[in-house]
């Protein structure tokens, strides 16, 4: 029974989070066509954050209970390392995500595929002023470094993970559960709004290379991958790099000053007590 209970586990983990990796993307990844296909006229930057902060909220509260909410590759790594999830299931949840993400983006290109080819007259292209390739993926604005743009997807990681520690820390003064989603939600929103200038904030691998693959896949070519400099792998390294550096701050600074859950508990029952 332990051995079918696991297989059905093990096998369920990566369809789960295909569902709901899928069902977050496409918020994101449609937002961007309607506002690049749409000129402005359906939509501002604004809007693409809002939508990925929803995505992101809605995301988290369906695989909250069943993953974790395991949505972001950097994130999945980052916990194998510290050892609080094997190296079988963060290959099923990156399985999951990658597979999930690529699914969203074909799913918004069957969408949006008449507005795409009208927009471009069939001529799907990396740069230029009729450009499609950054509804799917995260490109560095014209002006930024390759520099520049690593530092940007490393910082802004960071904040994301920092955030997710404050909100889920049962050590610290973590958010109620019901509230959790939508706090992470808003820290996505709050990155957006403050960080995606340079770089369109991917600030998650399986977010930005599945995307990428289907792509050059769908007609944009090699370009996505060989474009500003092979931009490609900034999104996938700068993550997992700001991801781990994240939990170091995090730890140093918070974790470690932290008393454990029921040293906490009998100290607020002493002070009732010497109230009382």
Same mark, same amino acid.
């Given at each position: 029974n332990i051995k079918e209970a696991q297989s059905i586990t093990a096998t369920s983990i990566p369809l789960i989070l295909l569902s709901l990796f899928l069902f977050m993307q496409v918020f994101g990844l449609s937002s961007v066509a309607q506002v690049v296909l749409g000129k402005g006229s359906s939509g501002h930057y604004l809007s693409i954050n809002m939508a990925f902060g929803i995505g992101a909220t809605l995301g988290v509260y369906a695989a909250g209970g069943i993953s974790g909410a395991h949505?972001?590759?950097?994130?999945?790594?980052?916990?194998?390392?510290? *050892?609080?999830? +094997?190296w079988t299931t963060l290959a099923a949840y990156i399985i999951g995500q990658f597979l999930g993400s690529f699914m969203a983006a074909a799913t918004v290109f069957a969408l949006y595929y008449d507005a795409i080819y009208d927009y471009t007259k069939g001529n799907l292209t990396v740069s230029g002023p009729t450009a499609t390739a950054m509804i799917f993926s995260t490109y560095p604005a014209p002006n930024v470094s390759l520099q520049g743009a690593f530092f940007t997807e490393f910082t802004a990681t960071v904040m994301l993970i920092l955030g997710v520690m404050v909100i889920h820390d049962e050590k610290n003064n973590a958010a109620i559960k019901g509230a959790q989603p939508m706090l992470t939600g808003m820290l996505? $929103? *709050?990155?957006?709004?403050?960080? *995606?200038?340079?770089?369109?904030?991917?600030?998650?691998? +399986?977010?930005?290379?599945?995307?990428?693959? =289907?792509?050059?896949?769908?007609?944009?070519?090699?370009?996505?991958?060989?474009?500003?400099? +092979?931009?490609?792998?900034?999104?996938?390294?700068?993550?997992?790099? *700001?991801? $781990? =550096?994240?939990?170091?701050?995090?730890k140093l600074c918070i974790d470690f000053h932290n008393h454990p859950v029921h040293e906490n508990e009998h100290e607020k029952e002493q002070a009732g007590m010497e109230t009382s």
């Open positions: 949505l972001n590759a950097a994130i999945t790594i980052t916990q194998c390392v510290l *050892g609080k999830i +094997s996505v $929103l *709050g990155i957006g709004l403050g960080m *995606g200038l340079n770089t369109g904030y991917a600030i998650n691998p +399986s977010r930005d290379l599945p995307p990428r693959i =289907f792509t050059a896949i769908a007609g944009w070519g090699t370009a996505v991958f060989t474009a500003e400099h +092979s931009w490609w792998w900034v999104p996938v390294a700068a993550p997992i790099l *700001g991801c $781990l =550096f994240g939990v170091f701050i995090y």
